[in-house]
């Protein structure tokens, strides 16, 4: 099972690999024209497997702004939605693709004749995982989002780019993470952790060194061994391998970094709390919503912070 909180609209995937829909559809969020004409879908509607995904079951998916990605079982990509600056990887411009709601498989030779494993959708681009450990990204990069190091504040792209492999040090990437306008990626082994793009709230955590308001290349993360991230908008956290430790960086002016009221941007991971805090085994996984975050914790307590917790501290609930 697997799902997708996005902007004003939701994606659930049932554990039979069907694909559940609901929320706002103006530009075909919810996979082509909700029924009676209505621009949302109050109530999850099924998505119909055989004519969206060549019959395919769908293994995972994401959202994010007005567009959205899958990968099926056999690892192919759909893409969805709104198709600005190139994140559907297909041509805006295609007179085939203008003014329709169809979903989009983008061809697999595009990122190496390879099945892919995920796909995280951030503001107007999207980054894509194979199964050889590489990333790809599509769409917007005018603050460093692609990682492909141009330097073009106005530069998109309907083609996918690989991200290049000297960049990780030739290591296999495992994990993917799309905030706003900034990504990550995890790596295979030593739990390496590795940023680049808008870098203006110190999101990216790679310390006050780091000046720059836009990482073009990936830079490795100063944090110890991570088994899971989460990217925002304006923040990140981090799971630590050996510990489970919770780590967040960026703004967290409402409370989502954990760390009480920070009225300053937090340039470094900064610890939030261990197995103290959060229990036997520390925590498990995160996600980073636009100003809240929800942890899940080893022993299957889910913990909240952010503007939605009184006083801005940490709640929790079975």
């Not at 967040?248 to 009480?260: I, P, T």
Request: with cysteine; glycine share 14%; net charge negative.
């Amino acid at each position: 099972m697997a799902v997708s909180a996005c902007n004003d609209f939701s994606l659930v995937v049932a554990e039979d690999g069907t694909l559940f829909a609901f929320g706002k559809n103006d530009k075909g969020q919810l996979v082509g024209g909700t029924p009676v004409g209505l621009p949302h879908d109050p109530k999850p509607r099924t998505i119909d497997r055989s004519t969206w995904f060549g019959g395919q079951a769908i293994h995972m998916v994401s959202g994010k702004n007005n567009h959205c990605a899958c990968v099926t079982t056999n690892g192919s990509v759909y893409t969805w939605g709104e198709f600005r600056f190139g994140a559907l990887a297909m041509d805006p411009l295609d007179p085939i693709v203008q003014g329709t709601l169809k979903t989009h498989c983008i061809p697999r030779v595009s990122y190496g004749n390879v099945p892919a494993l995920m796909v995280a959708c951030g503001c107007n681009f999207t980054m894509l995982l194979t199964a050889t450990g590489r990333v790809w990204t599509c769409g917007f990069g005018g603050k460093g989002q692609l990682g492909i190091g141009l330097r073009e504040h106005y530069y998109s792209t309907h083609v996918l780019q690989l991200v290049d492999a000297d960049d990780f040090r030739k290591t296999p990437v495992t994990f993917i993470s799309a905030g706003g306008n900034y990504a990550m990626a995890l790596q295979e082994g030593d739990g390496s952790l590795w940023a680049w793009g808008c870098n203006i709230k110190g999101q990216l955590g790679l310390g006050d060194g780091v000046t720059e308001q836009r990482v073009w290349e990936p830079k490795r993360v100063p944090i110890k061994p991570v088994k899971f991230m989460s990217a925002s908008y304006g923040f990140s956290m981090a799971v630590t391998v050996d510990d489970g430790e919770l780590w967040s960086c960026g703004f967290g002016r409402d409370g989502e970094l954990g760390l009480g009221n920070i009225h300053e941007s937090v340039n470094q991971f900064t610890r939030v709390g261990g197995a103290e805090t959060f229990g036997p085994g520390g925590v498990h996984m995160v996600s980073c919503g636009s100003d809240s975050s929800l942890i899940l914790s080893c022993d299957n307590r889910v913990w909240t912070c952010g503007d939605h917790v009184r006083n801005n501290g940490m709640d929790a609930e079975r």
